[in-house]
C-alpha cells in the first residue's frame, strides 16, 4: 500500500505571497492532520480533517487554512505569508481519525519564504 | 491543554548499547501514547505506540513503558545500531483532541560504531 504523499516536497515563496500544499493520504484512511515542524517550536498541531469537514483545530491564525475532498485528498493553504512560516509542513492520515488511532505521517513539504 | 515533557535532549551510545528516552505528560485524561523516529529529509515514522489500558509493549529491540500515576512513560531500545541514528519523539493524544496529537520536544541518538 502506498505512503502518504506531499506535494510539491520544496517550495520558495516570498513574504506576503500565498501557498497551497497538497496531501494525499493512504488508501481507505478518512482521517488527514496537518502539523508544521520548526527548530524552535517542534510539532505543532494545524488541523484535522474528515469527511470533509475540519473537525479539531490547533493554535495557528486564520491565515492557516484547509479543505478536504471526497476522495479524502487535503490541501493547505497559508495566505500573507511571514517569514516565521517558513517551516516544514507534515501531513499524517489514519483510518477512521479517532482517538488513539494510528497516525502515519508523509515526507513533508519544506517551505521557505524569503 | 496537554503539554508533553522530553528528555534527554541529546543521547550518545556505543554500538550494542541500550538507550532509554523518557517523556511525561499533563493531561491525566490522555490515553495514547506513539513513538515516532524520524530521519534527516524524512517525515516521522512510527515505530510503536501504546493505550493507557497497557502497562508495557514491546517489539523486538523496542519496547515502551507507560506509568499513568506518574503520568510518564519511555522508549527503550536494546542492542543499539548505526541505523537507529534519528530524532525520536514522544507523543500524547485523548480523546478529547482526537488526532490533535501533542509531540514532546525530541531527542537526538547518537549510536557510534
Known amino acids: 500500500k502506498a505512503g502518504v504523499t506531499q506535494t510539491p516536497r520544496y517550495l520558495i515563496k516570498t513574504r506576503g505571497q500565498q501557498v497551497t500544499l497538497s496531501c494525499s493520504p493512504i488508501s481507505g484512511h478518512r482521517s488527514v492532520s496537518w502539523y508544521q515542524q520548526t527548530p524552535g517550536q517542534g510539532l505543532q498541531f494545524l488541523f484535522e480533517?474528515?469527511?470533509?469537514?475540519?473537525?479539531n483545530k490547533g493554535n495557528f491564525p486564520g491565515r492557516f487554512s484547509g479543505r478536504q475532498f471526497s476522495n479524502s485528498r487535503s490541501e493547505m493553504n497559508v495566505s500573507t505569508l511571514e517569514l516565521g512560516d517558513s517551516a516544514l509542513y507534515l501531513c499524517?492520515?489514519?483510518?477512521?481519525?479517532?482517538?488513539?488511532?494510528?497516525?502515519?505521517f508523509g515526507p513533508g513539504t519544506r517551505l521557505t519564504v524569503l | 491543554g496537554e503539554n508533553v515533557e522530553q528528555h534527554p535532549s541529546t543521547l550518545s551510545v556505543q554500538e550494542g548499547d541500550s538507550a532509554v528516552i523518557k517523556c511525561t505528560y499533563s493531561d491525566s485524561a490522555s490515553n495514547y501514547f506513539p513513538w515516532y523516529k524520524q530521519e534527516l529529509g524524512k517525515g516521522p515514522q512510527l515505530i510503536i505506540d501504546?493505550?493507557?489500558?497497557?502497562g508495557e509493549k514491546k517489539d523486538q529491540r523496542i519496547a515502551v513503558t507507560l506509568n499513568k500515576t506518574a503520568k510518564h512513560f519511555s522508549l527503550h531500545i536494546t542492542e543499539t545500531q548505526p541505523e537507529d541514528s534519528a530524532v525520536y519523539f514522544c507523543a500524547a493524544s485523548n480523546d478529547n483532541y482526537g488526532q490533535n496529537f501533542v509531540f514532546g520536544p525530541g531527542t537526538r541518538l547518537s549510536v557510534l560504531p
Open positions: 499524517a492520515s489514519s483510518l477512521d481519525g479517532l482517538a488513539g488511532t494510528k497516525q502515519f
Open positions: 480533517y474528515f469527511s470533509e469537514t475540519q473537525r
Open positions: 501504546i493505550r493507557s489500558n497497557v
